[in-house]
T-cell receptor
Framework: QKEVEQDPGPLSVPEGAIVSLNCTYS??????FMWYRQYSRKGPELLMY????GNKEDGRFTAQVDKSSKYISLFIRDSQPSDSATYLC????????????FGTGTRLQVTL | DAGVTQSPTHLIKTRGQQVTLRCSPK?????VSWYQQALGQGPQFIFQ???????QRGNFPDRFSGHQFPNYSSELNVNALLLGDSALYLC?????????????FGQGTRLTVV
């Protein structure tokens, strides 16, 4: 069993929809939770990170962490075609950019 | 401000050969991590270098080795290449000692082994 599980999709939604992306994990030592966006043929770029449980909002993006359930989510409001990409969740034990454990990534397609 | 740069962007090698990939970290960063991303998969941690030493290592064989130079740039070496080594190799840089866990990634080197 992988430490981090993520549905690979693909997920196709119409423009303007609310998108929900999720990951589950098994290692309770994870303390920092991140969401990366990766466009085709590019490296991942950090969207948001959250320490421990709770919510964090940044513009159209909201990240949620529920450590009791070992479940994290990313919500995208008013989705745009430019949001079409692969979204990777990642986790670490410490706060010093050490080893990141990634999910498989969910491929998102926002259609006109 | 230049971000993380990797070279080359693409290369093709034959099974059994050796390859060296290069990475220059983001300005001000002192730590470099390497990841392997197979097609359709998330990146897998190979190792991390800080102060010219390997600090952490993932579950990769000894065929994978690295080096960090005094200017913080880094190399990833893979010996005795296998077909299964075909992947996108990503370099990420960060600054040790900060609570912000943001690691900045380069756009990667796509390695094809034939």
């Amino acid at each position: 069993q992988k430490e981090v599980e993520q549905d690979p999709g693909p997920l196709s939604v119409p423009e303007g929809a609310i998108v929900s992306l999720n990951c589950t994990y098994s290692n309770s030592a994870f303390q920092y939770f991140m969401w990366y966006r990766q466009y085709s043929r590019k490296g991942p770029e950090l969207l948001m990170y959250t320490y421990s449980s709770g919510n964090k909002e940044d513009g159209r993006f909201t990240a949620q962490v529920d450590k009791s359930s070992k479940y994290i989510s990313l919500f995208i409001r008013d989705s745009q075609p430019s949001d079409s990409a692969t979204y990777l969740c990642a986790m670490t034990r410490s706060g010093t950019a050490s080893k990141l454990t990634f999910g498989t990534g969910t491929r998102l397609q926002v259609t006109l | 401000d230049a971000g993380v740069t990797q070279s080359p962007t693409h290369l093709i090698k034959t099974r059994g050969q050796q390859v060296t990939l290069r990475c220059s970290p983001k300005s001000g960063h002192d730590t470099v991590s390497w990841y392997q991303q197979a097609l359709g998969q998330g990146p897998q941690f190979i190792f991390q270098y800080y102060e010219e030493e390997e600090r952490q290592r993932g579950n990769f064989p000894d065929r994978f080795s690295g080096h960090q130079f005094p200017n913080y740039s880094s190399e990833l070496n893979v010996n005795a290449l296998l077909l299964g080594d075909s992947a996108l190799y990503l370099c990420a840089s960060s600054l040790v000692g900060t609570k912000n866990t943001e690691a900045f990634f380069g756009q990667g080197t796509r390695l094809t082994v034939v």
